[in-house]
Nanobody, 124 residues
């Protein structure tokens, strides 16, 4: 069983909302900073949002500030990404990831746990 299992994603029209979730199978979930990355065809993987182990601190890429919200429920070992006002440029494969180093890590190499990825497609 993979340590991180994602759900959600799909095809929506521009301006719509969509939510992603990621369930973790780890011993101490709060010990991991969590993040959402995305990767479009022909582009590098980029950090969209991160959250500290207890949820006290968050980070967002400039491109998604005010539209995406990351949250976590440590009692359920789950991290979420709520996306609103979606644009065609948000189209990508979205990945959940976990790190034991620091919540503001934006380098994919700093993350040791990864979800399977889920496609988000936004039509114009």
């Amino acid at each position: 069983q993979a340590p991180l299992v994602q759900s959600g994603g799909g095809l929506v029209q521009a301006g719509a909302s969509l939510s992603l979730s990621c369930a973790a199978s780890v011993t101490i979930f709060s010990g991991y900073s969590m993040a959402w990355f995305r990767q479009a065809p022909g582009k590098t993987r980029e950090a969209v949002a991160t959250i500290s182990g207890t949820g006290l601190y968050t980070y967002y890429a400039d491109s998604v500030k005010g539209h995406f919200t990351i949250s976590r429920d440590n009692a359920q070992n789950t991290v979420y990404l709520q996306m609103t006002g979606l644009k065609p440029e948000d189209t990508a494969v979205y990945y959940c990831a976990g790190s034991r180093v620091f919540y503001r890590n934006i380098n994919p190499r700093d993350y040791e746990l990864w979800g399977q990825g889920t496609q988000v497609t936004v039509s114009s």
